[in-house]
Nanobody, 126 residues
Framework: QVQLVESGGGLVQAGGSLRLSCAGS????????MAWFRQTPGKEREFVGG????????TYADSVKGRFTIARDSGKNTMYLQMNSLKPEDTGVYYC???????????????????WGQGTQVTVSS
């Protein structure tokens, strides 16, 4: 069983930066492909970005490409989301997710992910 805990959310002005962390438990964590999703009220949970289990392949939503960066530290069982040049439309609850398959590709559909964190709120003011 893998447990995921997000942290690092908060309130930031447009143009600012935040770094989210997702700490995972369990020996198998390092073998899972991982991703970040976000959700705002009334909208579907959407893919933000992800990386394969090796950390060698990353994929981003077009809306965040060039502004967000995902990385993982397998030694610390932690994945990060560095968010720069934040915009009000980046506001939402951010979730980390783990695909329990040792996947070399990044899945963008939330149905592909088995483990989820509880979410952390990110609010970007204009």
């Amino acid at each position: 069983q893998v447990q995921l805990v997000e942290s690092g959310g908060g309130l930031v002005q447009a143009g600012g930066s935040l770094r989210l962390s997702c700490a995972g438990s369990g020996e198998s964590f390092r073998y899972y492909a991982m991703a970040w999703f976000r959700q705002t009220p009334g909208k579907e949970r959407e893919f933000v970005g992800g990386l394969n289990w090796r950390g060698s392949v990353t994929t981003y939503a077009d809306s965040v490409k060039g502004r967000f960066t995902i990385a993982r530290d397998s030694g610390k069982n932690t994945m990060y989301l560095q968010m720069n040049s934040l915009k009000p439309e980046d506001t939402g609850v951010y979730y980390c997710a783990a695909d329990r398959r040792r996947s070399n590709v990044v899945m963008v559909s939330r149905s592909e992910y088995y483990f989820w964190g509880q979410g952390t709120q990110v609010t970007v003011s204009s």
